[in-house]
């Protein structure tokens, strides 16, 4: 580089540094100007903290709910299908899920509405269906919470009345189902007595056709359909007469059923002592709120009405200095 060339760079240099230090001067002669800006930005965002709507946010946790809680629908229903077929872990997870959507549907409709509300419910642990953590805003601390607990039971509540309205279904088909079967098998047991009594009435007429009267045969294990008639007309009539007045003839089957129908007819769910969920934390009271933030908002107040107030000087510093160039 030669001689001429470093005096220019050294020039250069110099004149950067002396504009730099130009600067700084315009500034600290317009410092009240700036710090009048400052003071106009950190009046107006005090005004804004004080007035501006606070938003609170409380938050709880919740999973799917104990046995207990559920003890009255889980035993229902065990009632109406049978220990073999009630999962007691598939109803816990069932009952949460269905919390879970009735909830995020009550959410999203509190979005929608004319003055929107944040609720929210999301997994407490990523990757994790359970548990789930849910939150809602307000204007205070203690307004958030008690919202939130508010709509935890509403949802609860509504999907405590859609297990009743479930059980209630259920008993219905059930109850159908076991009354057609009992009356299927008293039919069936009645065809049967019907039966009997023409198998006897048969045997009579023709026992009176052939003449016997009296019984015929010693032992009467050894009578058959065909030598019935041998029992004597006597004895024959005396069977229809007690065959007629003798009560249905039913299995075992046929009075536990019976025991299932008096078992349905007993059961009434009370959908108050049903929950669809355990709390794992309560809804709390939070003591930050969201916003607005009052130390960030002074402070950016601040940095931004000296950024304007160093505008504001430079630039009627550079219209002063202006010089149009013929």
Known sequence: MTHNDNNLVRGNNDSEQIDLIDIFMQLWRGKWVIAVFVVLAVIIAGLYVTF????????????????????????AMTLIYGDSKVDNLEIQQRVITRFSGAFSALAETLKNQA?????????????????????????????????????????????????????????????????????????VAQEQKDLRIQQITQALTFAKDSGVKQPQVQQTQDVTQDTLFLLGSDALESMIKNEASRPLVFSADYYR????????????????????????????????????????????AAILGAIAGAGVVLTRNAIRNYQPKY
Request: net charge negative.
């Open 52 to 75: 501006a709507k606070e938003k609170w946010t409380s938050t709880a946790v919740i999973t799917m709910p104990d046995a207990g809680q559920i003890a009255g629908y889980t035993n």
């Open 115 to 187: 003055e929107p509300e944040n609720l929210t419910i999301d997994t407490a642990v990523k990757g994790q269906p359970l548990p789930l953590k849910v939150t809602y805003q307000g204007d205070s601390a203690k307004n958030a919470q008690q919202v939130l607990a508010k709509y935890i039971q509403q949802v609860d509540e509504e999907i405590a009345d859609e297990l009743d309205l479930d059980l209630a279904t259920n008993i219905k088909s059930r109850l159908t189902e076991l009354q057609d079967s009992l009356a299927t098998q008293e039919k």
């Open 257 to 300: 059923t019976r025991q299932s129908l008096f078992d349905m007819q007993r059961i009434k769910p009370d959908p108050a002592n049903m929950h669809a969920y355990r709390y794992v934390m309560k809804p709390t009271e939070p003591l930050y709120r969201d916003s607005p933030k009052r130390s960030l908002a002074l402070v950016l």
